[in-house]
């Protein structure tokens, strides 16, 4: 790696580091903010605080379906390995160096010959999807904030047609893309839950509308090259959708999406690491000595 770009990879993780930590500071200063969601969270029912790790599973799981479908534009990978990938990736994706990419790509060509260029393009492609979801959401919630139309009526109508694309084109990228549009969608909608689960949490409800608006800033934030995993982009991002919907003020998106990203720490450090270590072995393998006939 060349040495400007090692410093730019460390700058982006501190940056990142240095949103998020402002972020935390704002809600620690808002002592009203501070208390009341601390007092919702050590008093909140069991199976709503057991359900945010659970959602935070399902939303790799989600995203390694992702990944897979869109995949198999070119090539087939089983989806229980494809999870393990994107489990070390994600972890990978905060360390300095941002050597998610290279590993990946890596592992892909080592284990299946699939050449550097292809995982790049499969990443672009995926960031395409990812726009065209964040642009259906914000129909979905315009339409509700100023037509009237419910959110679930717009989102029930595009699920559908994408799933009849993907089932029916005759064209089999076309219908690749439908699908792999629709696994995205699904990562939009548990982004959105968990959101939901969050706000509920730190004593401060929302509706659905808010949180799918929530929702696709988080996956925007993921797709932001400018710091590791969308650090602290996420979570302002988050607390600024409150006050452009009128559902909630900064101090409590930013509170809520902390305990989000906290979540997220919680569970894909030890699945990561574990995941990284396993992917690591299978490389090993593969290269290893062979046995003397």
Not at 45 to 68: C, D, E, K, Q
Not at 261 to 283: E, F, H, M, N, Q
């Amino acid at each position: 790696m060349r040495p400007t770009r090692a410093i730019t990879s460390i700058a982006s993780l501190a940056l990142g580091v240095v949103v998020a930590g402002c972020a935390a500071w704002a809600v620690f200063k808002n002592s009203s903010v501070f208390g009341a969601a601390g007092t919702a969270i050590s008093g909140a029912p069991v199976w709503l605080a057991a359900l945010l790790p659970l959602l935070v599973v399902a939303a790799i799981a989600l995203s390694a379906g992702t990944m897979r479908c869109t995949t198999a534009l070119w090539d087939r990978i089983r989806f229980s390995e494809m999870l393990m990938l994107v489990a070390s990736c994600t972890l990978v994706n905060y360390l300095p160096l941002r050597p998610s990419l290279a590993g990946r790509a890596a592992y892909l060509h080592i284990k299946h010959k699939i050449p550097l260029q292809r995982t790049v393009l499969v990443l672009m492609v995926l960031s395409g999807v990812t726009l065209v979801v964040a642009l259906l959401g914000g129909i979905t919630v315009a339409g509700d904030v100023y037509l009237g139309i419910p959110w679930w009526t717009n989102a029930l109508l595009m699920c559908t047609s994408l799933g009849l694309l993907g089932a029916l084109s005759p064209n089999k990228k076309v219908a690749i893309l439908a699908r792999a549009t629709l696994w995205r969608m699904s990562e939009v909608a548990n982004s959105a839950l968990r959101l939901y689960v969050c706000f509920r949490l730190i004593g401060s409800p929302i509706d659905m509308r808010a949180a799918l608006a929530g929702g696709i800033v988080s996956v925007l934030a993921g797709i932001i090259p400018l710091v590791p995993s969308g650090l602290g982009i996420r979570e302002w991002g988050v607390g600024l959708v409150g006050p452009a919907l009128h559902a909630y003020t900064l101090d409590v998106g930013l509170a809520a999406d902390l305990l989000n990203r906290a979540a997220d720490l919680v569970v894909i450090v030890p699945w990561g690491t574990w995941a990284t270590a396993r992917a690591a072995r299978s490389i090993s393998s593969r290269h290893g000595p062979k046995p003397v006939s």
